[in-house]
């Protein structure tokens, strides 16, 4: 059975940190990239960041660069999202996502989302 556990939400103001996390178990956590994606009220999804299965960069949206880092800790079958420098736009419910593909290619499971309300 496939299982996220996602933690690090919460509410922080603008310039806060916050660290998500996203433990996953049920499939070959080595053999698929992992994305973190928000979604704020009223508005689509939007992909983060993303860490291959493989040797290579993590990508990130332009809209998080240089605030956002994505990084695994693949003995525990955990990846992280340290978001620094946070912004009201910010604010959204954050989703962990895995894929058997590289980064940007569609997912093929899901966590539950964690709020992560960011006050100005």
């Known amino acids: 059975e496939v299982q996220f556990v996602e933690s690090g939400g919460g509410w922080v103001q603008a310039g806060g940190s916050l660290r998500l996390s996203c433990a996953v178990s049920g499939f070959s956590f080595e053999r698929h990239s992992v994305s973190w994606i928000r979604q704020a009220p009223g508005k689509e999804r939007e992909a983060v960041s993303c860490i291959p299965s493989e040797d290579g960069s993590a990508v990130y949206d332009d809209s998080v660069k240089g605030r956002f880092t994505i990084s695994s800790d693949n003995a525990k079958n955990t990846v992280f999202l340290q978001m620094n420098g946070l912004k009201p736009e910010d604010t959204a419910v954050y989703y962990c996502?895995?894929?058997?593909?590289?980064?940007?290619?569609?997912?093929?499971?899901w966590g539950q989302g964690t709020q992560v309300t960011v006050s100005s």
């Open positions: 996502a895995a894929s058997k593909n590289i980064c940007g290619y569609g997912y093929d499971y």
